[in-house]
T-cell receptor
Framework: GAGVSQSPSNKVTEKGKDVELRCDPI?????LYWYRQSLGQGLEFLIYFQGNSAPDKSGLPSDRFSAERTGGSVSTLTIQRTQQEDSAVYLCASSLVTTGGDEKLFFGSGTQLSVL | SQQGEEDPQALSIQEGENATMNCSYK?????LQWYRQNSGRGLVHLIL?????REKHSGRLRVTLDTSKKSSSLLITASRAADTASYFC???????????FGSGTQLTVLP
């Protein structure tokens, strides 16, 4: 596709249920990021994938959060036993990796997660 | 933790005026980027400035970087109603690949 695609665009779930959020990055982009944004706030880094390297999971807020990236392309962010404080917009971004380290991120439109 | 912090949190101006937003950060960086966000959804990259650059222009945008003060500013000249959005600075922390975003400035341009 032409841009980063995220699905679903909106997800309403009940507390305690598991959810899966999907991100389809720009073709050829080897780096993929997940961020979380609460209402009116900045972006909180969650996890970073780069090629075949081990992902940087340092931003995941708890062990209820996990993510995988299959075949170096599509990524799935899974939240188990959702809590109300998980409600936020989950943003995915991808980028090319350059030797200069000046990657520009291309963002998807996000998934608005509401936990009731 | 937030690396970049924007100032002001909110800014309201008349169409045609200039808008200046500031960003401060804490540690050394390789580059600093500015992004724009409409309606709380995906961000769009605006401009990147490297640590060895002091000023950069792109259309109506002008970005400055002062590494001694660990601060950057984004100037939008001759603002338009369509510039209404949230603006975020983002920094890389040394060798870390992830970008750390600030809390943003909400800009409102009144027609």
């Amino acid at each position: 596709g032409a841009g980063v695609s995220q699905s679903p665009s909106n997800k309403v779930t009940e507390k305690g249920k598991d959810v899966e959020l999907r991100c389809d990055p720009i073709s050829g982009h080897t780096a993929l990021y997940w961020y979380r944004q609460s209402l009116g706030q900045g972006l909180e880094f969650l996890i970073y994938f780069q090629g075949n390297s081990a992902p940087d999971k340092s931003g995941l807020p708890s062990d209820r959060f996990s993510a995988e990236r299959t075949g170096g392309s599509v990524s799935t962010l899974t939240i188990q036993r959702t809590q109300q404080e998980d409600s936020a917009v989950y943003l995915c971004a991808s980028s090319l990796v350059t030797t200069g380290g000046d990657e520009k991120l291309f963002f998807g439109s996000g998934t608005q997660l509401s936990v009731l | 933790s937030q690396q970049g912090e924007e100032d002001p949190q909110a800014l309201s101006i008349q169409e045609g005026e200039n808008a200046t937003m500031n960003c401060s950060y804490k540690t050394s960086i390789n580059n600093l980027q500015w992004y724009r966000q409409n309606s709380g959804r995906g961000l769009v990259h605006l401009i990147l400035i490297r640590s060895n650059e002091r000023e950069k222009h792109s259309g109506r945008l002008r970005v400055t970087l002062d590494t001694s003060k660990k601060s950057s500013s984004l100037l939008i000249t001759a603002s338009r109603a369509a510039d209404t959005a949230s603006y975020f600075c983002a920094t890389d922390e040394g060798s870390a690949r992830q970008l750390t975003f600030g809390s943003g400035t909400q800009l409102t341009v009144l027609p």
